[in-house]
T-cell receptor, first 117, second 113 residues
Framework: AQSVAQPEDQVNVAEGNPLTVKCTYSVSGNPYLFWYVQYPNRGLQFLLKYITGDNLVKGSYGFEAEFNKSQTSFHLKKPSALVSDSALYFCAVRDDRGSGNTGKLIFGQGTTLQVKP | DSGVTQTPKHLITATGQRVTLRCSPRSGDLSVYWYQQSLDQGLQFLIQYYNGEERAKGNILERFSAQQFPDLHSELNLSSLELGDSALYFC????????????FGPGTRLTVT
């Protein structure tokens, strides 16, 4: 079955330090992987995706993610964290089973990122 | 602003009642997805429509139903509401194809009392 795991409920970093939010996946075919961020009382905002190609994917707000096929991981990174990055982060995999144009997202449980000044 | 709109933002209703949540996708997007976010279940896929037709179903209760209209807006109907239905309900839309990301609306917060 397609699944995504985010092993950390919360990640704490100091402002200016690099951050990593971890994600591992399990899929039966090609992985289509996504990161979303959710601020309090807001919807999910798309950050970046991996479909194919370069293992390092760059996204919005200075975020990037590293796809590692052998470790089945897709960790979210940022070289220098900002207090405003504090939010809930979701990793997701697209479920490509079934007929064309299906593609629901299967989400991890979310990781709360807390960046302290 | 994702371009996906949802109404209402908040809804408070009593057990046993029926409510309708509305979603308008981004201009040009044919696919609409509905998700439920709750503390105990996390983000769960409910149902997908593509150009008016149902394409995929997740763990959607029989008391819930949805449809997509010719103008591509979608409605999620929740009936015989229970306390456990209290959650955030998100609508998302995307362009055709698995490679395209989904864009989420701001959600409707449903509280069942």
């Amino acid at each position: 079955a397609q699944s995504v795991a985010q092993p950390e409920d919360q990640v704490n970093v100091a402002e200016g330090n690099p951050l990593t939010v971890k994600c591992t996946y399990s899929v039966s075919g090609n992985p289509y992987l996504f990161w979303y961020v959710q601020y309090p009382n807001r919807g999910l905002q798309f950050l970046l995706k991996y479909i194919t190609g370069d293992n390092l994917v760059k996204g919005s707000y200075g975020f990037e993610a590293e796809f590692n096929k052998s470790q089945t991981s897709f960790h979210l990174k940022k070289p220098s964290a900002l207090v405003s990055d504090s939010a809930l982060y979701f990793c997701a995999v697209r479920d490509d089973r079934g007929s064309g144009n299906t593609g629901k997202l299967i989400f991890g449980q979310g990781t709360t990122l807390q960046v302290k000044p | 602003d994702s371009g996906v709109t949802q109404t209402p933002k908040h809804l408070i209703t009593a057990t046993g009642q029926r409510v309708t949540l509305r979603c308008s996708p981004r201009s040009g997007d044919l696919s609409v997805y509905w998700y439920q976010q709750s503390l105990d279940q996390g983000l769960q896929f409910l149902i997908q429509y593509y150009n008016g037709e149902e394409r995929a179903k997740g763990n959607i209760l029989e008391r819930f139903s949805a449809q997509q209209f010719p103008d591509l807006h979608s409605e999620l109907n929740l009936s015989s509401l229970e306390l456990g239905d209290s959650a955030l309900y998100f609508c998302a839309s995307s362009a055709p194809g698995l490679a395209y990301e989904q864009y989420f609306g701001p959600g409707t917060r449903l509280t069942v009392t």
